[in-house]
């Protein structure tokens, strides 16, 4: 989606919708029997080409990490740090992103652990031809 406003340029909006994100369990199957992943932190990122024109994003939060406030904490300011960092991500993968126990960090650290594992990914990706 696209804001134009007067005197401005062109701005995309970043939206986190339907599309941009996994729903089913044979996506996050293959994201994982890819065997590309990328370990930054407390975060685990696989990923794999999708043949689509964007990436799409899958959340594994479990028990371990803590009660379901936290799991939910957590999930929420992935879903914002994909939206965020979307315009700078490679497009065209499906990121699935598994969580270990770890103490709060603010978004700009999640966003920055996510494009670090997305780049990382990428260039595994490309190795590989």
Same mark, same amino acid.
């Given at each position: 989606m696209v804001d134009e406003r007067p005197g401005d340029e062109v701005v995309e #909006?970043?939206?986190?919708? +339907?599309? =941009? #994100?996994?729903s089913h369990a044979r996506d996050y199957?293959?994201?994982?029997?890819?065997?590309? +992943?990328?370990t930054r932190?407390?975060?685990t990122v696989f990923g794999r080409p999708n043949?689509?024109? =964007?990436?799409?994003?899958g959340l594994s939060v479990g #028990? #371990?990490?803590g009660p379901a406030v936290v799991r939910v904490r957590i999930k929420r300011r992935l879903r914002e740090a994909f939206r965020l960092a979307r315009p700078e991500l490679p497009s065209g993968y499906d990121f699935v992103?598994?969580?270990r126990r770890h103490q709060r960090m603010k978004m700009d650290r999640y966003q920055q652990l996510l494009h670090s594992?997305?780049?990382d990914i990428d260039r595994q990706w490309q190795r590989h031809g």
């Open positions: #909006r970043l939206t986190f919708r +339907r599309r =941009h #994100r996994l199957q293959a994201a994982f029997a890819g065997k590309v +992943r990328a932190g407390p975060l043949e689509l024109s =964007h990436s799409r994003l #028990r #371990r990490v992103v598994t969580v594992a997305a780049q």
